[in-house]
């Protein structure tokens, strides 16, 4: 975890990119407004009212926890599941009841669905039947190339790494350079140091392709890390939509700021931009009034030795890059992330500082 500056204002303006830089809005790509699927009647919609707008080649990450209604979702942009209400409209055409060869959309499938008796080179050209001999057997190369496989065109499936069959995969769905590419969960099935490197690659080959895409995932971290915005999704519902950076600094409710990365959270009272709090009055990074719930970051506060402080430690993990602390104070357990310099042993009387705005989030 990179330690932030302490003095880092985390009052954001709405369209500032990560880096700060104001982004030139997209040519709109996808309009998704109101769509919504119940599967069985009583039971709670799988999908209720979900809309949101993407750029051309944006990468969008679907992020919520397992059962809240993203597959759904995708497989209604992708048209393998009907829709009971809503519309899908890409540059501009509704394609809400077309059939999924009818949308111009790739997907990649969770296990690849990679024909085991072709070859690398021939699955990638499963996608080209349209074209003529010649120019698929080019551009079917040229995809491997880009991907970095055309050393391997003669394989078979199961002669691959998990990684490298993703990337053959994702190679068939690119080489008919579909304007948006839905992939559901894709690094599921890799080993965990295998998902940090294959989603940069696939960041990287979605990007110099041009193609936007979907990424559907209950990862946080993978969601963060791979997409340019990120849509979380609660019960069936789209709760918050916008940059990694927006969402994490400023969650739209308790659930988002729980599940994406991790939260204090404090009870205060609130009059315009600031809060009392048992932490002392407190600016917020937007305006709340009366009885708040507030959400803390854990790099947000700074833990300072101090035998007459009013906490104590409680418990320490070290993580080498940052250590973790448990710290005690009154009714409040805090967790708080420091840097890997002064060890403060679990026992110790502390003060803590918050040293940013805080989020209110009920
Ligand atoms: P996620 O991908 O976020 O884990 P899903 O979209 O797969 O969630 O599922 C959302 C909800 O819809 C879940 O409660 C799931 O059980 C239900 N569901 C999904 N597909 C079907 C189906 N074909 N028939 C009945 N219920 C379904
Ligand atoms: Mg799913």
């Known amino acids: 975890m990179q330690e932030l500056p302490r003095s880092l204002n985390f009052r954001m303006p709405a369209d500032a990119s990560p880096l700060g830089f104001r982004q030139k809005p997209a040519k709109v790509l996808l309009e998704v407004e109101g769509l919504a699927r119940r599967f069985t009647d009583g039971d709670a919609a799988a999908v209720e009212r979900v809309s949101f707008t993407m750029g051309e080649g944006e990468l969008l990450a679907l992020l919520g926890p397992s059962g809240c209604g993203k597959t759904t979702t995708l497989r209604m942009i992708g048209g393998f599941e009907t829709p009971d209400a809503g519309t899908i409209r890409l540059r501009g055409r509704d394609i809400t009841h077309l059939p999924p060869e009818k949308r111009g959309i790739g997907f990649v ?10 070859d690398v080179l021939e699955n990638v050209k499963f996608g080209l039947r349209g074209m003529s ?14 991907v970095g496989l055309e050393q391997l065109a003669e394989r078979k499936p199961h002669e691959l790494s998990g990684g490298q069959q993703q990337r053959v995969a994702l190679a068939r769905t690119l080489a008919v350079a579909p304007p948006l590419v839905l ?3 894709p690094f599921s099935n890799l080993d965990a140091a295998m998902r940090v490197e294959t989603r940069q690659e696939v960041r990287g080959l979605l990007k110099k392709a041009g193609s936007a895409a979907i990424l559907v995932t209950h990862d946080q971290e993978e969601a963060l890390a791979l997409a340019d915005r990120v849509a979380v999704m609660e019960a069936g519902r789209v709760v918050q939509i916008g ?23 404090l009870q205060g009272t609130a009059d315009g931009m600031d809060a009392d709090t048992p932490f002392g009055r407190l ?17 947000q506060i700074m833990l300072e030795p101090d035998p007459a402080g009013p906490a104590a430690v409680v418990g320490r993990e070290y993580r080498g890059h940052d250590q973790l602390y448990w710290v005690q104070e009154g009714e409040s357990c805090m967790l708080v992330i420091s840097g890997p310099g002064a060890q403060i042993p679990v026992g110790a009387r502390v003060r803590l500082r918050i040293c940013d705005c805080v989020t209110p989030v009920n």
């Open 283 to 299: 600016p917020l990074s937007r305006a709340a009034n009366g009885a708040v719930t507030l959400a803390v970051r854990p790099e």
């Open 133 to 146: 001999r010649a120019p698929a057997e080019a551009r079917a190369r040229e995809m491997l190339r880009l």
């Open 243 to 265: 940059t990694p950076d927006e969402i994490y600094r400023n969650p739209a409710s308790r659930f988002v700021a729980s599940f994406i990365g991790r939260s204090n959270i």
């Open 109 to 118: 499938f969770q296990d690849y669905a990679l024909f085991p008796h072709l």
């Open 183 to 185: 992939l559901d969960e």
